[in-house]
């Protein structure tokens, strides 16, 4: 306790701070906390889980009063990570009681709206804050303090023009905060322009690269799921399968279960009580095994993840770093694994290029290949997936590969976009996860032929 009184936390944080039996203050909100207390703009690099909430939240709940408007703004990328900062600021400000709320799309708006009425904090995805703002439900003027929290996340998921226009109609005398895992160019261009002589502070990184164990296994495109059924039985942990499209996610899911593993599946695809269902069951280890995108990559605070599985590779090099970081931490040993295939070749390649990090290929295993479920894009069946063919084996075993290196084949990895301008700015938070991998067929209406005859 006496190390957070140092940093200059007041006597209510403190106080919770003690009944969340918080040991000891993390690298980033060493460095970060004194200088945010003293007024400054700061600009934090930290990895997900290093304690940030906690730095912005010490300033929230000794500079907001209750009842005096908005006075504290948090811009989110995801829905979860609004819903996790707003529950982690309530528990901090439970002494001062202020009023913290969080709006986000996928939920109807008239709630929202009554709660904007009353409240002193606010945590927010753009796309919904940008509705509010057209709908003048909400009223920026008074906010001085305003946080963008995984920015880097935010500017990914092509957000940068909406974060500039609530940036402009926040007062112009405020305190501004940047929470960051990386500090690319757009980032360091929002800075510079809308903060006040920033300092920036790093925190090293939250997992332990001694403790984390990082392999690959290459096979075929068809026999991943009955690989990663044979893998996951032996673990009984926690663990996070990510896949880089909504339909890849329910497909792995669906055969998962249908396996006899306790899987769930998280995508920007299912509404908010189905996402936040999931990550409480995840969360209090009713669940075992949670099948995502990478929406559930970054900013969410899950502890304890034993294993990470790339389903599939990434198309952003970066991106298996923030997939990674979810295991191997406060300590921990955790294990990456990833399933190569043909089409995950160039994706793997700049991994190993952009990082010159160390992955180890394994031999694959003897396993059972199983009864496959295969989703082709078109018509579902009642469990959300067309039973258009299924692969049967004759074989117990698989004992090798049908490839016998990796290689560096051509293939377009590169994420396809799709947008509608009739798309409302809320839909666009869950949107802009990603594209989902398939397009759906335009529906093809049959004209009525009728004969007309002139009278």
Excluded: W
Excluded at 217 to 241: A, G
Excluded at 316 to 339: D, F, N
């Amino acid at each position: 306790m006496e190390e957070f009184r140092k940093l200059g936390i007041s006597g209510p944080m403190l106080r919770v701070i003690e009944e969340e039996h918080f040991k000891e203050p993390s690298e980033i909100q060493i460095k970060a906390i004194p200088l945010i207390l003293e007024g400054k703009d700061v600009i934090a690099k930290s990895a997900t889980g290093s304690g940030k909430t906690l730095v912005f939240g010490a300033l929230i709940v000794k500079e907001c009063i209750k009842g005096k408007g908005i006075q504290s703004l948090i811009l989110t990328p995801t829905r979860e990570l609004a819903e996790q900062v707003c529950n982690a600021l309530r528990r901090f400000s439970k002494y001062t009681k202020l009023e913290v709320n969080s709006i986000y799309g996928g939920v109807g708006i008239e709630p929202q709206i009554q709660k904007l009425r009353i409240s002193d904090v606010v945590i927010g995805t753009p796309g919904r804050l940008l509705d509010h703002l057209e709908r003048k439900t909400i009223d920026l003027s008074n906010v001085k303090i305003l946080v963008l929290d995984e920015a880097d996340r935010m500017l990914d998921m092509g957000f940068i023009d909406d974060v500039e226009k609530i940036v402009r109609r926040c007062n112009k005398q405020r305190q501004t905060l940047f929470f960051s895992a990386t500090i690319p160019q757009d980032v360091a261009r929002l800075s510079h322009k809308y903060m006040k002589n920033p300092v920036q502070v790093s925190a090293e990184s939250y997992v332990d690269p001694t403790k984390l164990t990082q392999v690959y296994y290459n096979l075929p495109e068809k026999n991943k799921v009955s690989l990663l059924v044979h893998l996951l039985k032996k673990e009984q942990r926690l663990v996070m399968v990510f896949c880089n499209t909504k339909i890849t996610t329910d497909f792995v899911a669906y055969n998962l279960k249908k396996a006899g593993i306790d899987a769930q599946a998280i995508h920007g695809g299912f509404s908010q009580n189905k996402r936040s269902r999931t990550m409480e069951h995840f969360n209090s280890m009713k669940v075992n095994v949670l099948v995502c995108t990478d929406v559930a990559a970054r900013g969410l605070d899950i502890k304890g993840i034993s294993h990470v599985y790339n389903y599939d590779i990434p198309r952003e090099s970066k991106q298996y770093i923030h997939r990674i970081g979810r295991t191997a931490r406060a300590g921990k040993e955790g294990k990456a694994v990833s399933l190569l295939s043909e089409k995950d070749y160039d994706s793997f390649a700049a991994i190993q290029r952009d990082f010159s990090v160390e992955i180890k290929r394994e031999q694959v295993p003897e396993f059972e290949l199983l009864n496959i479920r295969r989703h082709t894009g078109g018509g579902r069946d009642s469990r959300g997936h067309r039973d258009s063919r299924r692969h049967y084996s004759g074989r117990t075993g698989y004992s090798g590969e049908r490839r016998t290196g990796y290689s560096g084949s051509k293939s377009n990895t590169g994420p396809r976009r799709h947008s509608s301008s009739r798309d409302s700015r809320s839909d666009r938070d869950s949107r802009r996860e990603g594209y989902s991998g398939s397009r759906r067929p335009r529906r093809q209406f049959q004209q009525n032929k009728f004969k007309y005859k002139r009278r």
